[in-house]
C-alpha cells in the first residue's frame, strides 16, 4: 500500500468557514448599527447605476373611492353620513369607530411605513392610527398612534387582547396654538425593526421603540364625540 | 575561464536551495485567524442578543406575585400580561397572584379587566420570586394630567 502524502494546504472546509464568518460578522454589524441588508443593497446599486432601483412599494392604498369601503373590517362604527365635507373619495367617521384594513392584516407586513393623506379632525377628542396590530377573534393586539387633543397630547399605546392600555409608552405634548381642528395633515408613521416614528406635515414628533409586536397591519380608531376625515391612506414598503 | 576568475568556494558554502516554508506555520496561522473571526462573530452574537433583549432567556426564569385592588382597597378580579412572553394568567378570588417560569429581565406587566389595562415594568430575577406588592387597578384610559 502506498504510504499517504502529506497534504499542507487549508481544507476546503476552512475557506468555507472563514467565508461564512465573515459574512455573518458584517450582517451582525450592520444589525447592531441599525441598518438593514436591505438598505445597504439599495445604497450600493444605487451608487453603481445610479438609480434608486428600491423605491418604496405601494403594498396597500385606500382612497376611499368605494362607498362601501369594502376594504375595511369594521368592528364597531360605520361610514359617517355626517361629515362636514360630503365629499366622495373620503373616508369620514363620527363618534366611535374601529376598523382594519384588510389588505394590510392579510400581509403581516413586519416593517412598512403608512401615509395618511388630510386627515382633519373637525371636532372631538380625537382619532388613532393602529400599526402592527392584527385583529383576530374579536381582539387587537398591536400599537396606536393617537391625534388626541383629549390628552392635550400626541400619543403611542399598546393594545393588548382587545384592551387599551394605559399609560402611553411614548407622549408629546401638542404645542400651543397648534391647528388642532379643521385643519389637514399628513400624517407618516415608519415602522421599521423596534424603532416607530411619527411625522405630523413632515415634522418628527415621535421616535421611540418598542419589542412587543413584531409584526401586524393597520386600522382606524375615534372615539367619544370625534369628527373626522381622511383622503387617502397608503401602505409602503419600508424606507 | 582562467583561475582566478573562478567563484570562490565561500561562495558555494550557503546551501543553493532556500528552506521551503513551512507548510504546517502557514496552517496554523490561517486557524489561528479563524479562531479569532470566531470570537469576534460570537462577541458581536452576544451584542447583538443583549441589544434584543433575547438573551435574558438564556439565564433562566424567575416568579413574581403580588396583589390586584381595586380604587377602594377590595381585591379586584384580574387578567395578568407579561408582555412579550406570552404569559397570561388571572388573579385569585382574593386578588392575589403568582406567575412562574417569567424569563428573566426587564418586563412590562399589563394588568386588565376587560377593556382597559395598566401597565408597568418589573424586574425579574432569575431564580427568585419577587413581590412587586400592592397594585391598584385604574380603571382609565386616560393617565393623570
Not at chain 1, 361629515?83 to 382594519?100: A, E, I, K
Not at chain 1, 415608519?190 to 393597520?218: E, H, R
Not at chain 1, 386600522?219 to 376625515?229: E, H, M
Not at chain 2, 394568567?89 to 395598566?118: C, H, K, Q, W, Y
Request: include cysteine; charge should be neutral; charged fraction near 20%.
Amino acid at each position: 500500500m502506498k504510504p499517504k502524502k502529506p497534504e499542507f494546504g487549508q481544507g476546503l472546509l476552512e475557506y468555507a468557514l472563514l467565508l461564512l464568518l465573515v459574512g455573518v460578522s458584517i450582517l451582525l454589524v450592520l444589525r447592531l448599527m441599525g441598518l438593514s441588508v436591505r438598505d445597504v443593497y439599495c445604497d450600493i446599486v444605487a451608487l453603481i447605476t445610479n438609480q434608486d432601483s428600491c423605491s418604496n412599494q405601494v403594498l396597500c392604498s385606500d382612497s376611499f373611492d368605494d362607498p362601501a369601503f369594502k376594504g375595511w373590517n369594521w368592528v364597531y362604527g360605520a361610514p359617517s353620513m355626517n361629515r362636514v365635507n360630503n365629499n366622495p373619495g373620503q373616508l369620514c367617521l363620527s363618534n366611535s369607530n374601529q376598523l382594519y384594513n384588510q389588505c394590510s392584516q392579510n400581509k403581516e407586513q413586519k416593517d412598512y411605513s403608512i401615509l395618511m393623506k388630510n386627515s382633519i379632525l373637525y371636532n372631538g377628542n380625537g382619532y388613532g392610527i393602529f400599526f402592527r396590530t392584527t385583529y383576530l377573534k374579536g381582539k387587537a393586539n398591536g400599537y396606536i398612534f393617537q391625534y388626541d387633543p383629549g390628552l392635550r397630547a400626541f400619543v403611542i399605546r399598546r393594545w393588548v387582547d382587545g384592551k387599551e392600555i394605559n399609560p402611553p409608552f411614548a407622549k408629546t405634548p401638542i404645542p400651543p396654538n397648534y391647528p388642532i381642528y379643521n385643519t389637514p395633515h399628513d400624517i407618516k408613521i415608519d415602522v421599521i425593526g423596534n424603532n416607530y416614528v411619527i411625522y405630523i406635515d413632515g415634522q418628527k414628533i415621535l421616535d421611540v421603540t418598542d419589542d412587543v409586536y413584531q409584526k401586524g397591519g393597520i386600522g382606524l380608531r375615534t372615539w367619544d364625540s370625534t369628527n373626522f376625515c381622511t383622503d387617502e391612506i397608503t401602505l409602503f414598503s419600508a424606507p | 575561464m582562467k583561475l582566478e576568475e573562478s567563484p570562490d568556494i565561500q561562495e558555494y558554502q550557503d546551501p543553493l536551495l532556500k528552506p521551503l516554508p513551512d507548510a504546517h506555520l502557514q496552517r496554523r496561522r490561517f486557524r489561528i485567524v479563524l479562531l479569532v473571526l470566531l470570537l469576534i462573530t460570537i462577541s458581536l452574537f452576544a451584542m447583538y442578543l443583549m441589544q434584543t433583549k433575547k438573551i435574558s432567556t438564556f439565564f433562566g426564569t424567575g416568579s413574581i406575585r403580588g396583589v390586584v385592588l381595586d380604587a377602594h382597597g377590595n381585591p379586584f378580579k384580574a387578567e395578568i400580561y407579561v408582555l412579550g412572553t406570552g404569559i397570561k394568567s388571572e388573579t385569585n378570588p382574593d386578588g392575589s397572584f403568582t406567575i412562574s417560569d417569567i424569563p428573566s429581565g426587564e418586563r412590562i406587566l399589563v394588568i386588565a379587566d376587560e377593556n382597559i389595562g395598566n401597565s408597568q415594568s418589573i424586574q425579574v430575577i432569575a431564580g427568585k420570586q419577587i413581590d412587586i406588592g400592592e397594585i391598584r387597578f385604574i380603571p382609565t384610559a386616560v393617565p393623570e394630567p
